[in-house]
């Protein structure tokens, strides 16, 4: 493991007013993204969406980093670099999405268990040869009546961190992502309990699995109400109980949180992460590595034309450079009026 190597790109990843870009749909993901404005979605049209986003200009301003699919890394740009190297010649880390997705976990009905860990060692060192010097695995934590049990979260943990530690090994950085879902009708506070559970026994089984805590970046879920809850949180509600939560259980020699946004809108998943962002010291670094929450605008405004790429990538800069200012707590809900 190069330890050096490993904090510092960590340290990036979270670097001041940037944040990551999650561009690591499955082939079934973003089909369904695809579907939504009526695009058949084909290696040319997944590979010319993927080259949108990576070459709108000035995103190397607000973005450290992007995670890329297995099929992305090998795609190329229009001018024939491969993408992994296009980012970096912008100052950008290529990452990698590296499980195969939560299967369901046998004799729990509802809940899942995150695969992928026979043969990663070899896959991250491939990985490694095509540029990606960070990668992401997602365990996926349900909430309903008698859910999540004991064995969803120790299985998930576990598996998250035999995947850091092997990541380390090949001088990866692992982004640990254990996400509490927001769908269901849950309160705010049974999502802060389970999200406080969840997160104890990651770190546990990161401790167990002597993951370096320095070269890592955790990507948890915010506290907030199921979408089907009536009673849903204020934003600074949202805020202040995610801070409280990550204040207890994330170690402070973690360099940095990055947050998915999990179905928040986009000016949801901005406005949360300036509000966290504006309440005083934190030993963190606190960020975004958005999906949904940096693209939709960005898919709207394309719809799968070429003659829509500019005004696309327009689109993107100006998500990209909300959650920017975000990452200050300079982001105002009044800002999404104003003209791009
Ligand atoms: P969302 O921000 O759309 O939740 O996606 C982030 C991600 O990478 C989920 O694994």
């Given at each position: 493991?190069?330890?050096?190597?490993?904090?510092?790109?960590?340290?990036?990843?979270?670097?001041?007013?940037?944040?990551?870009?999650?561009?690591?749909?499955?082939?079934?993901?973003?089909?369904?993204?695809?579907?939504?404005?009526?695009?058949?979605?084909?290696?040319?049209?997944?590979?010319?969406?993927?080259?949108?986003?990576?070459?709108?200009?000035?995103?190397?301003?607000?973005?450290?980093?992007?995670?890329?699919?297995?099929?992305?890394?090998?795609?190329?740009?229009?001018?024939?670099?491969?993408?992994?190297?296009?980012?970096?010649?912008?100052?950008?880390?290529?990452?990698?999405?590296?499980?195969?997705?939560?299967?369901?976990?046998?004799?729990?009905?509802?809940?899942?268990?995150?695969?992928?860990?026979?043969?990663?060692?070899?896959?991250?060192?491939?990985?490694?040869?095509?540029?990606?010097?960070?990668?992401?695995?997602?365990?996926?934590?349900?909430?309903?009546?008698?859910?999540?049990?004991?064995?969803?979260?120790?299985?998930?943990?576990?598996?998250?961190?035999?995947?850091?530690?092997?990541?380390?090994?090949?001088?990866?950085?692992?982004?640990?992502?254990?996400?509490?879902?927001?769908?269901?009708?849950?309160?705010?506070?049974?999502?802060?309990?389970?999200?406080?559970?969840?997160?104890?026994?990651?770190?546990?089984?990161?401790?167990?699995h002597r993951v370096h805590l320095e070269g890592?970046?955790?990507?948890?879920?915010?506290?907030?109400?199921?979408?089907?809850?009536?009673?849903?949180?204020?934003?600074?509600?949202?805020?202040?109980?995610?801070?409280?939560?990550?204040?207890?259980?994330?170690?402070?020699?973690?360099?940095?949180?990055?947050?998915?946004?999990?179905?928040?809108?986009?000016?949801?998943?901005?406005?949360?992460?300036?509000?966290?962002?504006?309440?005083?010291?934190?030993?963190?670094?606190?960020?975004?590595?958005?999906?949904?929450?940096?693209?939709?605008?960005?898919?709207?405004?394309?719809?799968?034309?070429?003659?829509?790429?500019?005004?696309?990538?327009?689109?993107f800069l100006r998500r990209a450079r909300l959650?920017?200012?975000?990452?200050?707590?300079?982001?105002?809900?009044?800002?999404?009026?104003?003209?791009?």
């Amino acid at each position: 493991m190069d330890k050096v190597a490993i904090e510092s790109n960590a340290s990036a990843m979270v670097a001041p007013g940037k944040g990551i870009l999650a561009a690591d749909e499955s082939s079934g993901t973003i089909k369904k993204r695809f579907d939504k404005i009526q695009l058949e979605s084909t290696f040319e049209s997944r590979r010319a969406y993927r080259d949108l986003l990576f070459t709108a200009p000035g995103a190397e301003k607000y973005i450290s980093g992007v995670i890329l699919y297995d099929e992305t890394i090998r795609q190329k740009s229009a001018d024939g670099r491969p993408f992994p190297e296009l980012l970096a010649s912008r100052g950008i880390l290529p990452g990698i999405k590296v499980d195969a997705g939560a299967k369901p976990l046998p004799g729990f009905p509802g809940e899942t268990i995150t695969e992928g860990l026979d043969g990663l060692r070899e896959r991250l060192t491939e990985y490694r040869g095509l540029g990606a010097r960070f990668a992401k695995w997602r365990a996926v934590i349900d909430v309903a009546a008698g859910i999540p049990s004991r064995c969803a979260i120790e299985a998930n943990s576990d598996a998250l961190a035999r995947y850091a530690a092997l990541c380390q090994e090949a001088s990866i950085v692992p982004i640990v992502e254990p996400e509490v879902l927001m769908d269901g009708d849950h309160t705010l506070e049974r999502c802060e309990e389970v999200t406080d559970a969840v997160l104890t026994a990651v770190f546990d089984a990161l401790f167990l699995h002597r993951v370096h805590l320095e070269g890592m970046v955790l990507k948890p879920n915010m506290v907030i109400a199921g979408k089907k809850c009536a009673v849903q949180g204020t934003p600074q509600q949202v805020a202040d109980a995610t801070l409280r939560c990550l204040r207890r259980r994330v170690p402070a020699a973690v360099p940095g949180i990055a947050f998915l946004s999990g179905g928040q809108s986009e000016a949801q998943a901005t406005l949360h992460l300036s509000l966290m962002n504006r309440a005083g010291a934190k030993p963190w670094q606190l960020s975004f590595s958005y999906g949904r929450a940096l693209q939709q605008s960005t898919l709207d405004a394309w719809r799968g034309e070429a003659g829509n790429v500019a005004a696309a990538q327009k689109s993107f800069l100006r998500r990209a450079r909300l959650n920017g200012l975000a990452r200050d707590g300079k982001y105002d809900a009044a800002m999404e009026q104003a003209a791009a």
